[in-house]
């Protein structure tokens, strides 16, 4: 049973390090690189695109040092 408590413990660890990946590429760098290659008009403020950069940034962070987190439970 350790073996199977082991994987999913990799298996969840590993989702949420994905999903923090996927948050900060949708959050981070695609609007910055609409914006740097002028693919997009910015209908919003910069203060609120900076602030809602730096909340997908910090959210996906925390889910990945989550995930690093979660593999303590790992057993022997």
Known sequence: ??????E???LTSGW???LGTAIIAAGVFA????LLYGLSELRIG??????L????FVFGL???LGGV????RLRE
């Open 46 to 51: 910069l203060g609120f695109m900076i602030g």
């Open 8 to 10: 999913r413990t990799k």
């Open 1 to 6: 049973m350790v073996l199977v408590h082991n």
């Open 69 to 72: 987190v979660f593999l303590r």
């Open 31 to 34: 609007p910055a690189s609409a």
């Open 62 to 64: 925390a889910l990945h």
């Open 53 to 56: 950069t730096l909340g997908c």
């Open 16 to 18: 949420l390090n994905t």
